[in-house]
């Protein structure tokens, strides 16, 4: 087990592309860590460049506190699992899993021992003899990790590894993954595009975009006080409204006229500033009829002109003067297309950007 330590890394493909520029950071021994972002970013570059299948153009990385950068892949003492498994058609899973003991040289009855051993803990014990074709994906993915942890690595480097199973299996194998990281304490570092994934799974989360880290932190803080606008809009399984206001004398916001609640800025701006009011739909009160102007919880008003039924609860549409709002409302509430409402704000959920970035 080990920490990783990544500072300055930077990468220019051939033809110029910069996939990374300039990541640091510092992951905890034992620590569940995510890598999030959009398509593009740089996620996979930057686990390849930690296990050393890419090398990177400037920067350093550290395991363990030792400089790996100079190391090949197999020094590293990483296992790395892909989003396809890769494991081999022709093995059975008994094979697949001693497969890098093999590599290493290790005496076939100890191979044959870690792997049963391995695959026991993993609840694959029944199916040593099997092919990976003869298995459901949940039970293959078992495999690509029963595979990279018969090696006792120091780390383990996942590769969107639930990306392949159906809805339902999905949730059933990130519990699994969750309580077996849990259970292991081995450093790991897993890359997804799911901010949903990236929440219930990691002990932080890193959120990248174009290369550079945007945000690192615990789930909970990065998506209570999202950076910045960027990170406000990509975490949340309904994304942040951002509206544009300006500062009025007495403090508050006004948003499309109205004046709003201004929430809690560290560094309080001056009247007259333009700002961009971020409240989430989870945190917006709908209250059916016009607003009254005069009122101080008078909220935004708006015409009902999306519904959209999210289960236990509804994701409302209001369009206004502020732009289009949207509020998650309890399933029971009636909110009749065409009708008018409010969204009220709740103060202390409320976050001012200036320029992108949280105040
Ligand atoms: P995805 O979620 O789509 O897999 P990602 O965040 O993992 O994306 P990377 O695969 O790390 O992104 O790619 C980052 C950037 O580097 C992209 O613009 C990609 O096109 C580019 N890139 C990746 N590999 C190479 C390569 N071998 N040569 C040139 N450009 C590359």
């Known amino acids: 087990m080990a920490t990783i330590e990544l500072a300055g890394l930077t990468k220019v493909h051939p033809g110029g592309v910069r996939a990374l520029d300039g990541v640091g950071l510092s992951i905890a021994d034992g620590e569940f860590f995510a890598l999030l972002g959009p398509s593009g970013c740089g996620k996979t570059t930057l686990l390849r460049t930690v296990a050393g299948l890419e090398e990177p153009t400037a920067g350093t990385v550290r395991i363990g506190g030792e400089d790996v ?3 090949p892949p197999g020094r590293r003492e990483v296992a790395m699992v892909f989003q396809d498994y890769a494991l ?34 993993l609840g694959l014990g029944g199916h040593l003899d099997r092919r990976p074709a003869q298995l459901s994906g949940g039970q293959q993915q078992r495999v690509a990790l029963a595979r990279a942890m018969a090696c006792h690595p120091r780390a383990f480097l996942l590769d ?5 199973l159906d809805a339902r299996m999905r949730l059933s194998a990130r519990t699994f993954l969750k309580r077996l990281q849990r259970e292991l304490r081995v450093t790991t570092v897993f890359v997804t595009h799911d901010q949903a994934e990236a929440l219930a799974l990691a002990d932080r989360v890193a959120v990248l975009e174009d290369g550079r880290v945007r945000q690192i932190g615990t789930p909970a803080e990065v998506f209570r006080r999202p950076a910045n606008t960027f990170v406000a809009s990509f975490i949340g399984s309904t994304p942040m409204n951002l509206l544009d206001g300006v500062v009025l ?24 500033e333009k700002v961009v009011y971020g409240v989430r739909p989870e945190y917006l009160t709908y209250v059916p009829g016009r607003t009254d102007p005069a009122a101080p919880e008078g909220g935004l008003p708006g015409e009902v002109t999306v519904v959209e039924n999210l289960g236990s609860a509804q994701l409302v549409t209001l369009q206004g003067p502020a732009g289009a709002v949207q509020v998650v409302v309890p399933e029971d509430v009636p909110t009749p297309p065409g009708t008018a409402a409010r969204a009220v704000p709740r103060p202390d959920r409320v976050l001012l950007y200036r320029d992108g970035e949280l105040l």
């Open 69 to 71: 950068t100079a190391l």
């Open 88 to 121: 081999f058609p022709h093995m059975s899973v008994s094979e697949n899993i001693a497969y890098p003991l093999r590599v290493r040289k290790v005496p076939g009855a100890e191979r044959r021992a870690r792997a049963a051993e391995t695959a026991a803990a």
């Open 160 to 164: 969107e590894p639930l990306s392949n």
């Open 249 to 272: 004398p007495d403090g508050r916001v006004g948003v499309g006229g109205v004046p709003l609640p201004a929430g809690n800025p560290g560094a309080p701006p001056a009247p007259g």
